[in-house]
């Protein structure tokens, strides 16, 4: 994909523009974070009646929400999820999500800081599948395991609480063994990766981040090899061994996602969509989203608005 860098005069449109985009949450964890050295926190909510929260994304850590009981629906990057208990909602970082909990709804939210998230998910190369998109998963998948993983979230609750010595080396234990539930449990993407070396998947997961850093900026990927000091044939080979897809593939898929949020969730004109993603052009980015999605960015933005109503 070629689409060159925003111009002088489209920047000063966008500027002028007052640009309404998806809301970046803070939470009150993060007011705790500033306080002490904050990577977990468990927090348990039993809201009496229905309690609906707007699409919003949260930049700075993902989550897992456990509904020991009751039911809604999950807007899920403009999709309607319904969910029932006991199942687990996963939220990676940045995720587009809106939570509408019928009544009184049971739950449980573990809230994890991102490095923190990054560092227990490179134990295993299934966690980093598992937090690659967001997921809901039923607990129903073996005899127990509601059981088995609520017991695990209040021992999780106990350490954190608990303070005492080796309490960050407890905390890590426990979540990774929540994790491994979730990995066990889900329908992860089946990727013939049995092959992939343990660099190959190291190789692919820094270009994951580059991307997420750079997908703005139309760089070639010629320019990501060099920041990773690989060649590009290393850097196919890499993605395509641990992915399944080419790096190309991966940036487009990236760009689409971050597109579709904002005809979704946000107010900006389709041209400003595509300045705001590096296009020049925003007959390109037409034809560009088209061919990965299918349909035009302004039909999807109308399915997708009218699907929603509908779903209220």
């Known amino acids: 994909m070629t689409h060159s860098a925003i111009t002088k005069q489209q920047r000063d449109l966008n500027h002028k523009t007052p640009l309404t985009t998806v809301p970046k949450v803070r939470l009150y964890v993060e007011r705790q974070k500033q306080k002490e050295n904050w990577f977990v926190n468990i927090g348990h909510v039993t809201d009496r009646g229905r ?27 403009g999709s309607s999820v319904p969910f029932t208990g006991p199942c687990v909602l996963l939220l990676p970082t940045e995720c587009v999500h809106g939570l509408d909990y019928e009544m009184d709804v049971d739950r449980w939210v573990v809230t994890i800081e991102v490095a923190y998230l990054t560092q227990v998910n490179s134990k295993l190369h299934e966690f980093i599948q598992l937090w690659a998109a967001p997921r809901m998963i039923p607990l129903s998948y073996a005899e127990q395991s509601a059981s088995e993983f609520f017991g695990l979230i209040q021992r999780l609750e106990q350490e954190l609480e608990s303070k005492t010595i080796g309490h960050i080396i407890g905390t890590e234990a426990l979540l990774t063994s929540l ?39 139309n760089l070639a990927l010629q320019d990501y090899a060099s920041m990773m000091a690989v060649s590009l044939v ?5 993605c395509a061994s ?24 946000g107010d900006m004109a389709v041209e400003q969509v595509a300045f705001s993603l590096g296009f020049a052009d925003a007959a390109y980015f037409t034809r560009f989203f088209r061919k990965e999605v299918g349909q035009t960015p302004s039909q999807f933005r109308i399915a997708s608005r009218e699907q929603a109503h509908r779903s209220k």
């Open 242 to 265: 641990a992915t399944g897809h080419s790096p190309t593939k991966m940036i487009h898929a990236r760009i689409i996602t971050e597109a579709k949020r904002n005809l979704i969730f």
């Open 179 to 217: 994790l491994l539930m979730l990995v066990r449990g889900v329908q992860l993407e089946q990727i013939d990766n049995d092959g992939a070396t343990r660099n190959e998947i190291r190789v692919a997961d820094r270009f994951r981040e580059l991307i997420e850093q750079h997908y703005r900026q």
């Open 234 to 238: 290393q850097l196919r080979a890499a």
């Open 51 to 77: 309690w609906r929260t707007a699409p919003h994304a949260h930049p700075e850590y993902g989550q897992v929400i456990f509904v020991r009981s009751g039911h809604g629906v999950m807007n899920l990057e």
